[in-house]
């Protein structure tokens, strides 16, 4: 597992060379490529688990604003701005 950083470096230039060449796709896919790499190594591991968490915490401060909800006051503040 000792070359994944290589792969990765690869995958990345490899991005960056589609997407000099105007190839949307393949910048793409070459993207997508080293980031399943980088999750796959010890590093990244905690990845998915930091989006996720980062995703509920946006999702549980968006919904109450998207269904026209008042937030709770919280403790200690008046409201009144001052």
């Known amino acids: 597992m000792g070359s994944v950083g ?11 060379i ?6 949307a796709l393949g910048a ?9 790499f980088f999750v796959a190594t010890p590093v990244g591991d905690g990845l998915p688990g930091a989006v996720s968490t980062f995703m509920s915490s946006f999702d549980n401060a968006a919904t109450p604003a998207l269904n026209g909800q008042q937030q ?9 701005g001052s």
């Open 6 to 16: 290589l792969l990765i470096l690869f995958a990345i230039v490899g991005a960056a």
């Open 18 to 23: 589609c997407a000099k060449a105007r190839s």
């Open 28 to 36: 793409i896919l070459f993207a997508l490529l080293a980031l399943v």
């Open 72 to 80: 709770p006051q919280r403790a200690g503040s008046s409201g009144s």
